[in-house]
């Protein structure tokens, strides 16, 4: 079984920035994806940004311009590089693995909050 952790979450104010990472406990070939959603209590699964094993790269339009991701494959890690955070981005933080259509596994979440 893949575990996956992440940590660097916690309190910054608005404008500033945090680096996230996800470690996953090994290296599996179905894991051609990993990124990271976030939600907050009360709504739907947000999706952020994913790094594919072969390069890739997408944000969402919500990040576009202030996030980075970025994916070290021999590491088994994935990061996001948060910059100009706002209210809006408080969420708990939630690293996925899998495939294009399947987040195949999750980690347990790091909260962020952004104080104004």
């Known amino acids: 079984q893949v575990q996956l952790v992440e940590s660097g979450g916690g309190l910054v104010q608005a404008g500033g920035s945090l680096r996230l990472s996800c470690t996953t406990s090994?290296?599996?070939?179905?894991?051609?994806?990993m990124g990271w959603y976030r939600q907050t209590p009360g709504n739907e699964r947000e999706w952020v940004a994913r790094?594919?094993?072969?390069?890739?790269?997408k944000l969402s339009d919500s990040v576009k311009g202030r996030f980075a991701i970025s994916r070290d494959n021999a590491k088994n890690t994935v990061y996001l590089q948060m910059n100009k955070l706002t209210a809006e981005d408080t969420a708990v933080y939630l690293c996925?693995?899998?495939?294009?259509?399947?987040?195949?596994?999750w980690g347990k979440g790091t909260l962020v909050i952004v104080s104004s």
């Open positions: 996925y693995a899998g495939n294009l259509i399947d987040p195949e596994y």
């Open positions: 090994e290296s599996v070939p179905s894991i051609t994806y």
């Open positions: 790094a594919g094993s072969g390069g890739s790269r």
